[in-house]
Every structure is written in structure tokens, then in C-alpha cells.
């Protein structure tokens, strides 16, 4: 595949590799060949984003080769049939590794296949992709969760650069998941944390300002963004990160009156003092699809939620409350008590005897903030 005129270098290949990660993304070049990045930008090969999630590692530090071979290698087992099972991508490792004639060839293959695996996604995510990630991403491994957020960063470098083939909406809901993702398995490493912000921040003013009708502030923000980014601006930007800010809890709950007798949808509001919901908590099913009955509200409820730009809703982990199991969500920036009100009827993400209760100023026990 040859490049675009557009393409930008970062996305070249890194030479200069140990001869253990130049096998690996011989392995992963081969694997993914005639595989396009998007249907748009169909002369760049999908090898490019592989390229990058290897480089944002680097950036950030990272010199372990068992992390960095998998930056190579993480897509490979999910999306392609030759490799989908893990001894068919062991063999083919173990053996360019004897070729290069590394020793414990057999061994490094085992440990960076066992890495990709944990890498791979579920072919059925229950309580929905975004749901199945934060889950997931909680249970990684160190090494694991530093490639997961490498990834989902690069992909926010491709919104950034490329032009893409996804709806606005399309990529909003990504971006939101690519979100969730990566909170999910922060902790590893501040830099690429605060990296990961950086790119969010731009990749989600690229796409406010390129969306049809933007404001021309908008619009030049987004053009200046993308002409002038690069890979060493952005971890210039995430060093001078300002550090966190602790969340303030809800001021006040307002909960369902009869939570054992509940069926789906919202258990508990948390109020801020200006009567703004900044928290919300739901009856979830975690062995159950997005399209379940329980899970269905919960779906329908934030993509009405993050339809109203920039709402943000992010999971919080799994609780049980009541012998129930809930998730909560935070809400930012909060939102007007009767706008939340009125999106979770429309969602029918709320009974209407607690939807009148909310609206009343009724409060109820806390569920832990």
C-alpha cells in the first residue's frame, strides 16, 4: 500500500528496532497486509496504527520488549483468521525468533502470546462494549494496560490526522468508550495517562470543529490543531499536566423508593447543591447483552445523555445495593435536575412514581460516592 500525500510521518515505521521486536512487526506487517486503516483512507495500511501504539509506549519510556512486541501484535489474534489461535501465533514467532537467532525463542513467544491474549476482545461483550471495557481493563495485567491505553490513544491520533469514515455520532461513541478504556487501566504510568488527556482533548475539538455547521471558532481551532500536531508537542502538553482534582460528592441522593421491587433502570440520583445531577446510579445485568431488558435503559439513557455536547458519562465500578447489582456513572458537566428527568423518561431509564419523587426534592439513603 503506498501513502497518502496527507500521511503524516509519525506514522512511518520505527527502525532502529531490538532484533526480537523486528520480528514481531514483520509477524504483525504480514498478518494485517491488504488490511486498510479505515474504508477513507484506503492506501494506508492498518500496520501504521500498530506503529503507533509502539511509539506512544516509547514516548512515555517504556523500554520493556515483551510490552512493546505486543504494541505490534495486539490486534492480530482478534482480527486475523490465521492467527486466531494462540499456538498457531506462538509457532510463527518462536520461529522468526529462532531465525534471528535469539535465545529462549519458545519461551518469549509464550509470554508475548499470553500478553496478546488478554489484549483480545471478547467476541460477545456483555452489558455492552463500553460496560465489558471497564470491567475488563480493571483486571489487566500492568503490561496489558499500558498497550490497552497506547491503543485507544492511537486511534484518537488517526481522529486526529486522518479523515475518517464514521458519522459524527459514530465517533463521539467511540472517543466515549476509548474513554472509559482507558480510566479503566490508568495508574501505570502518569506521562502516558496525562498523554492520553492531551489527545482526547484534541481529537474531540478536531471533531466538534469539522462537524457540518461548526462555529468558525471551532473550525480554526480544529484546523489549527491538526496542521500543526505532533507526537512530541502532545507529550510536552501531557508533562505539564495539571495534576488531579478530587471529585466532590454529591451533596444529596434521591433514591427509588421501592428498590427491591425494581425491575431496570435508575436507582439513585446524586444532586449537586445547585439541583444540577452529577451522579447516577442503575440497575445493571453484567452476564447479560447491551440489549437485554435490564441493560437496554442503561444503553439508551447515555447515548441520549451524550448526545447533548459535551456531556460526558463515564462507569463507575459495579455495586450492590440492596441485594441488587447496580453501576453507577459520573455526569460531566452536571446537568439541569429536569433536562436528566426528562432524558430518562424518554430513554424509559426511570419508573414515573420515582421520576415525580426526584423532581420533588425527595432524598434518599446514599449509595457510596
Avoid at 501484535?73 to 529462532?98: I, N, T, Y
Avoid at 471533531?207 to 496542521?227: F, L, N, S
Avoid at 458519562?313 to 452536571?334: A, C, H, N
Wanted: charged residues 30%.
Amino acid at each position: 500500500m503506498s501513502s497518502l500525500p496527507f500521511l503524516h510521518p509519525i506514522y512511518n515505521k520505527s527502525y532502529g528496532l531490538t532484533p526480537l521486536l523486528e520480528v514481531c512487526y514483520e509477524v504483525a506487517e504480514y498478518a494485517h497486509r491488504g488490511v486498510p486503516r479505515t474504508k477513507k483512507t484506503g492506501d494506508i495500511a492498518y500496520i501504521t496504527h500498530p506503529t503507533i501504539v509502539y511509539k506512544l509506549l516509547r514516548l512515555v519510556g517504556i523500554d520493556d520488549e515483551i510490552t512493546l512486541a505486543a504494541c505490534f501484535l495486539h490486534d492480530v489474534m482478534e482480527d486475523c483468521p490465521e492467527f486466531k489461535k494462540p499456538e498457531a501465533l506462538r509457532a510463527r514467532l518462536a520461529k522468526g525468533f529462532k531465525q534471528a537467532n535469539l535465545p529462549d525463542a519458545d519461551k518469549f513467544a509464550y509470554l508475548i502470546v499470553e500478553l496478546c491474549e488478554e489484549l483480545t476482545n471478547a467476541e460477545h461483550m456483555a452489558e455492552g462494549k463500553r460496560g465489558w471495557q471497564w470491567e475488563h481493563g480493571q483486571r489487566l495485567s500492568p503490561r496489558a494496560k499500558l498497550v490497552k491505553i497506547a491503543d485507544q490513544a492511537a486511534s484518537l491520533v488517526d481522529d486526529i490526522l486522518l479523515p475518517s469514515d464514521r458519522s459524527y455520532e459514530q465517533m463521539r461513541k467511540f472517543n466515549m468508550k476509548a474513554l472509559e478504556c482507558a480510566k479503566a487501566c490508568a495508574g501505570e504510568n502518569e506521562l502516558l495517562d496525562h498523554l492520553f488527556k492531551v489527545l482526547f482533548r484534541d481529537a474531540m475539538t478536531v471533531m466538534d470543529g469539522e462537524q457540518t455547521g461548526a462555529p468558525p471558532d471551532k473550525a480554526a481551532d480544529a484546523e489549527r490543531i491538526r496542521e500543526n500536531f505532533s507526537l512530541e508537542e502532545a507529550l510536552r502538553a501531557a508533562e505539564q499536566y495539571p495534576p488531579a482534582k478530587e471529585d466532590a460528592p454529591p451533596v444529596k441522593w434521591r433514591r427509588h423508593p421501592q428498590m427491591s421491587a425494581a425491575k431496570t433502570g435508575i436507582t439513585s440520583i446524586g444532586i449537586t447543591e445547585d439541583d444540577k445531577v452529577c451522579r447516577f446510579a442503575m440497575l445493571v445485568d453484567p452476564d447479560k447483552e447491551a440489549d437485554s431488558s435490564c441493560n437496554k435503559p442503561v444503553m439508551a439513557l447515555i447515548q441520549n445523555l451524550e448526545a447533548v455536547s459535551p456531556t460526558r458519562v463515564t462507569y463507575q465500578p459495579l455495586e450492590i445495593l440492596d441485594g441488587r447489582v447496580v453501576r453507577s456513572f459520573k455526569l460531566k458537566p452536571p446537568l439541569a435536575l429536569a433536562e436528566f428527568i426528562e432524558k430518562a423518561v424518554k430513554s424509559s431509564a426511570i419508573e414515573a412514581s420515582f421520576a415525580s419523587r426526584a423532581s420533588a426534592g425527595i432524598a434518599g439513603r446514599s449509595i457510596n460516592n
